[in-house]
């Protein structure tokens, strides 16, 4: 990862100390991280950090919200914002999976989280560019 | 043949032998009275010839009297002409009024009485003079003229005996016809009423072989039916003797109707208590002393002749006359061994399947920690600064204590005492909120729980944790989404149908439960999930409370918040059930 520039992910799950975890992982791995404990409180923080989220981490089952509508939501806000559903849910709803960018199961591993949103971000840089 | 048939028969053979009897005995009658008119005639006949020859000797005595009296001229001879005048007059007028009804004899007799007057004349002429007595002309006349008299009295009683012949053949051969017609009337008659008698018990006895067919046919069918009835069943007398086995009874007591039959009911129909093996009451008693159909009591083992042991299902009931005797005992029973192991099976498929409905729960709940875990593990083998460290090191602690924990209330699941322990009812409830958040937070259930006393009961925690777990789900999918929930536990009072013990109440905010589906909940195999439930929930969950001695109830709800049903749940502090019970799955 770039220092100079770093990425800010938008960190969502209801599990206090899995999210600290990840966070220090992702800072560790060099990105800017903000987190949220559910859906209500990630939709807020990503309409005041108005575009300065390159990525969003989104896990699924949540109380209240639960990720598929928050990723739903978010796409209504800007279509173009890379997500990522990290969850440990084995049965996600097809319509889920067409509405996020990639899907990663939980416990897979630290390499292969930081992996993917590396794919993630790569795949969507590619296609702001083809676009502009 | 109807009642009423069979009376007209029974008054034809009745009145038909009578009648002919009677046309029999005036037909003899008659005979008798033409008999007796012969001889009647007969007997007129003899008086007149015995009046003819009276007559006859009197005029004879004249004339004697008169010639002895011309011979001697002695006047005594002549008492017997004087004395015999007026007797014959007399035989005449008799005479003349016995053949009254005959002219041609009535012309014979007055024949004699002319010739007879004419001698008279001639003799009183003759005793007029003495003179004449000599006179042999006159005496030869007097004789001539006797002998007209006499020839017209021999003639007349010629012709009556000639007439008293023809009586006589005709009072004879009259007899004879009595006799025949008698005897060929008598035959004739018994022949007509051997003949009628046996129509009438021919058709009798036809009507009666008929019903007795009937009859034969119907008890025929009856035993087949009762041969062709899939359950067992075993018919008694009064006195407990075995009258009847179908071949299913046959097969699970292993005794054969006819070896069976006339033996006491006891002897064939084994039963004892399936858990104590203590011999359960003979039903026969049990009928006769309630005078009603029972049902026999649970957990009833049948030993069959062999000693196969099988569970059966069985109610027994009295046969009673019109009059409401008790004739008899019909039992009705079936062998349930299999629909038990079956029960079992379901009963652990279904735990299978609540343990299964978990699963994502738990793969969450596992890989949640075990993110973090790995984690952890990445950083740490990167971090040089001591005190970040450690700081991961009590992270990933906590991560492993949380695995541990949800393993733990996993095992426990299916890890189960053999007898029951003590249950904090308030503490397992929250185990299972724990292993149920995942997927209530998911659902946007909202779960209160309410300990308004902290209780302690006995019991099995497993079976109880499968019971919550299901009432909880159910509640959850009945309050909808987003929904809430309400568990409050109470402790619940004694009174006489019920020991002391403790409520739980769950109730949902969703749309309550109609009557009809409230009926059917507890009744396996029914669903209002469709293909999502098992429909065994329910099922199993009554079962472990019943076996804890508790009871569940479902109703719909009273509390303002909670628009939905009310499910109660009681049991008792002190459970009398023991681990070998119904819902611990027996799979041979």
């Given at each position: 990862m770039e220092k100079s520039a770093p990425f800010t992910v938008l960190c969502v799950d209801d599990e206090v100390l899995g999210l600290q975890i990840r966070k220090a992982l992702l800072e560790h791995a060099g990105f800017a991280v903000i987190t949220a404990l559910n859906g209500q409180e990630a939709l807020a923080l990503f309409q005041s950090k108005n575009h300065s989220i390159q990525i969003v981490l989104l896990d699924y089952l949540m109380p209240g919200m639960n990720g598929g509508e928050v990723a739903l939501k978010l796409r209504a806000l800007d279509p173009e914002v890379p997500i990522l559903m990290h969850t440990a849910c084995v049965d996600l709803p097809d319509e889920v999976r067409g509405l996020v960018d990639d899907v990663l199961s939980k416990g897979e591993g630290p390499q292969a989280l930081l992996h993917r949103m590396q794919q993630v971000l790569e795949a969507s840089q590619l296609a702001a560019k083809r676009g502009k | 043949m109807k009642l009423q048939e069979f009376q007209r028969v029974l008054r034809q053979a009745f009145l038909v032998p009578i009648l002919t009897l009677l046309a029999l005995a005036g037909i003899l009658l008659w005979q008798i009275a033409a008999t007796q008119k012969a001889q009647r005639w007969l007997d007129h006949s003899d008086e007149i010839s015995g009046e003819i020859a009276e007559l006859e000797s009197l005029i004879i005595d004249q004339e004697t009297g008169l010639r002895g009296y011309e011979l001697t001229g002695d006047a005594t001879m002549l008492v017997p002409f004087y004395s015999a005048a007026q007797p014959i007059q007399g035989h005449f007028a008799q005479l003349r009024r016995q053949i009254a009804d005959d002219p041609v004899k009535l012309r014979d007799l007055e024949r004699i009485s002319t010739r007879y007057e004419t001698w008279l004349s001639f003799a009183q002429a003759i005793l007029s003079s003495p003179?004449?007595?000599?006179n042999r002309n006159l005496n030869r006349h007097g004789g001539e003229l006797m002998y007209a008299v006499r020839d017209a009295v021999r003639q007349m009683a010629r012709a009556e005996d000639q007439s008293r012949q023809q009586w006589l053949k005709h009072t004879i051969s009259q007899e004879r016809r009595e006799i025949v017609v008698l005897l060929s009337g008598t035959a004739l008659v018994g022949l007509m009423l051997s003949f009628f008698s046996l129509s009438r018990l021919h058709k009798v006895s036809g009507a009666y072989r008929q019903s007795l067919f009937l009859l034969e046919k119907r008890g025929e069918k009856l035993r087949t039916i009762l041969r062709s009835i899939g359950d067992a069943v075993i018919v008694c007398q009064a006195d407990g003797s075995i009258e009847f086995m179908n071949p299913v009874a046959e097969d699970l007591t292993g005794w054969k109707e006819e070896e069976a039959a006339?033996?006491?009911l006891a002897e064939i129909f084994r039963i004892v208590n399936?858990?104590?093996n203590e011999p359960a009451e003979n039903p026969v008693e049990k009928v006769r002393r309630l005078k009603k159909v029972i049902g026999l009591a649970n957990h009833t083992a049948l030993i069959a002749r062999d000693g196969v042991r099988r569970i059966i299902d069985d109610s027994a009931a009295p046969i009673l006359s019109q009059d409401g005797q008790m004739t008899g005992i019909v039992l009705v029973f079936r062998d349930v061994t299999e629909k038990r192991r079956a029960e079992a099976a379901l009963a652990v498929s279904e735990k299978l399947a609540v343990a299964g409905r978990l699963a994502a729960s738990i793969a969450h709940e596992i890989h949640n920690p075990l993110d973090s875990i790995g984690n952890l593990h990445y950083l740490l083998a990167q971090e040089k600064d001591a005190a970040r460290r450690d700081e991961y090191l009590k992270m990933a602690q906590q991560e492993l204590d949380r695995t541990l924990q949800i393993s733990r209330s996993l095992l426990s699941l299916y890890r189960e005492p053999n007898a029951p322990v003590e249950v904090n009812l308030g503490e397992l409830l929250s185990s299972v909120l724990l292993l149920l958040r995942r997927r209530l937070d998911h659902q946007g259930t909202v779960v209160t729980q309410q300990n308004k006393d902290n209780i302690v009961i006995e019991g099995f925690p497993a079976e109880l944790r499968q019971v919550f777990t299901n009432l909880i789900l159910n509640a959850a999918e009945a309050a909808g989404r987003p929904g809430k929930i309400l568990i409050q536990i109470s402790r619940s009072v004694g009174n006489d149908s019920r020991a002391p013990g403790v409520t739980v109440e769950i109730y949902d905010s969703g749309a309550g439960i109609s009557p009809q589906v409230a009926s059917k909940l507890f009744q396996p195999f029914f669903t209002t999930k469709g293909s999502q439930g098992t429909g065994l929930g329910l099922w199993i969950s009554l079962g472990i409370v019943q076996k804890h001695g508790g009871s569940i109830h479902i109703g719909n709800s009273d509390l303002p918040e909670y628009t939905g049903a009310c499910v109660q749940v009681y049991l008792p502090a002190r459970t009398l059930a023991t681990a070998q019970s119904r819902s611990t799955p027996y799979v041979g």
């Open positions: - | 003179a004449n007595f000599t006339g033996r006491a399936e858990e104590t």
